[in-house]
């Protein structure tokens, strides 16, 4: 039998886990052997299944990018906070060091 004409069964999966009150998907995941290794190593020193481990690393992700991604935007919506009758350096001014380099008189 083909491999190809297998009918393969690609419906999520919803669990519910009363405590937490999440619901969970199941996924496949395909990792290099040395990784799945470590994956399984580093599961085991912390006493979680590798599904729990991988999702414990993927969601901690996601709440770093997020919150990342979430000061960028306050950050650029702030209206500038610098005010002055004087004129801003241009680029080149900001960035000339030999103004400010120190050199010995021998």
């Known amino acids: 039998m083909c491999l190809a004409a297998q009918a393969v069964d690609t419906k999520p999966v919803k ?13 496949t995941v395909t990792l290099e052997e040395n990784v ?3 994956a399984r190593v580093e599961a085991a020193r912390k006493e979680m299944s ?4 991988l999702g414990a690393i993927l969601k901690e992700r996601m709440i770093q ?10 950050g650029l919506a702030r209206k500038p906070f610098l005010r002055s009758d004087v004129r801003y ?17 021998l």
């Open 65 to 74: 990018t997020d919150g990342y991604q979430r000061a960028m935007r306050r």
């Open 89 to 105: 350096l241009s680029r080149e001014e900001a960035h000339d060091r030999a103004g400010l380099r120190w050199t010995a008189s």
């Open 36 to 38: 799945a290794h470590w």
């Open 15 to 27: 669990h519910y886990i009363r405590v937490m009150k999440s619901r969970l998907r199941n996924m």
């Open 50 to 53: 590798v599904s729990t481990f």
